[in-house]
């Protein structure tokens, strides 16, 4: 698995998680969705994400949206 396809699982988990904890917590954590949609559209214009240096770090292979150099 490279940093892309870490990034875009662990978006998709913490999307999933989200709406979970809407309906079963609070309607607050719309706010987490909204969070993540907006860090999400961040980094498809700058290329900046902290998830994929992060993932970068923890040895993942670099891939085409997060450059080696970006993910750390």
């Known amino acids: 698995m490279n940093v892309d396809r870490a990034v875009l699982a662990f978006a998709g988990v913490m999307i999933l998680l989200s709406l979970a904890l809407t309906v079963y917590v609070s309607p607050y954590w719309l706010w987490f969705t909204a969070f993540i949609g907006a860090n999400m559209l ?31």
């Open 42 to 72: 961040q980094a498809a214009f700058t290329g900046f994400c902290p998830a994929a240096m992060i993932f970068g770090k923890l040895g993942f292979k670099s891939g085409c949206a997060f450059e080696a150099s970006k993910a750390g």
